[in-house]
């Protein structure tokens, strides 16, 4: 299995400002993915992340809100830009098993966003 | 949307007892997971059925899947009060992409 981390675990930001997810895994990975989890809700996919090309967002999600960057195998960040307090939300990313089930995800701990 | 929905939307039981959820989807699929998720952490992967397969147990794991009614059931025999925790159900249909429903909360009485 693959050893997840995000930074930071939890932040509060003021609106209108803008905010820097790190998700690192311990292995190299082809696909990353980037959720949101609304308060109460489900996991929503943003966009998929593969290293070395433009990352592809699901409807409703746009690059110039949600920028991604993959710069390798192992690494991924994703940016909440001009927050808002329907920003406010637990962000995970996840990686697609490295071997194994090839469908299965594992996922970060998770960054918990309050925009105030 | 491709998001599945699930219920009940909570389930509280007494420990020891059984926990069966339910989980609808919308899209023919290749294989359906299901997942944990405790207290808003990030989720632990549970089990996975293919679209091929109708019954898998792992555990006091038994997942049933009917892809004639777009649906799946996921039980938990003898339950314990560290079962406590929200369960989602994702399927998987295209590309590596889950689409996951709505969840079930969840709470195990000791």
Request: positive net charge.
């Given at each position: ?116 | 949307?491709?998001?599945g ?19 609808s989807y919308k ?43 777009k ?20 399927s ?19």
């Amino acid at each position: 299995s693959a050893v997840i981390s995000q930074k930071p675990s939890r932040d509060i930001c003021q609106r209108g400002t803008s905010l820097t997810i790190q998700c690192q895994v311990d292995s190299q990975v082809t696909m990353m993915f980037w959720y949101r989890q609304q308060p109460g809700q489900s996991l929503t996919l943003i966009a998929t992340a593969n290293q070395g090309s433009e990352a592809t967002y699901e409807s409703g999600f746009v690059i110039d809100k949600f920028p991604i960057s993959r710069p390798n195998l192992t690494f991924s960040t994703l940016t909440v830009s001009n927050m808002s307090p329907e920003d406010s939300s637990i962000y995970l990313c996840s990686v697609g098993a490295p071997s194994g089930v090839q469908e299965t995800q594992y996922f970060g701990p998770g960054t918990r966003l309050l925009v105030l | 949307s491709q998001q599945g929905e699930e219920d009940p939307q909570a389930l509280s039981i007494q420990e020891g007892e059984n926990a069966t959820m339910n989980c609808s989807y919308k899209t023919s699929i290749n294989n359906l997971q299901w997942y944990r998720q405790n207290s808003g952490r990030g989720l632990v992967h549970l089990i996975l059925i293919r679209s091929n397969e109708r019954e898998k147990h792992s555990g006091r794991l038994r997942v049933t899947l009917d892809t004639s009614k777009k649906s799946s059931s996921l039980l938990i025999t003898a339950s314990r009060a560290a079962d406590t925790a929200s369960y989602f159900c994702a399927s998987h249909w295209r590309a590596n992409n889950l689409f996951f429903g709505t969840g079930t909360r969840l709470t195990v009485i000791p």
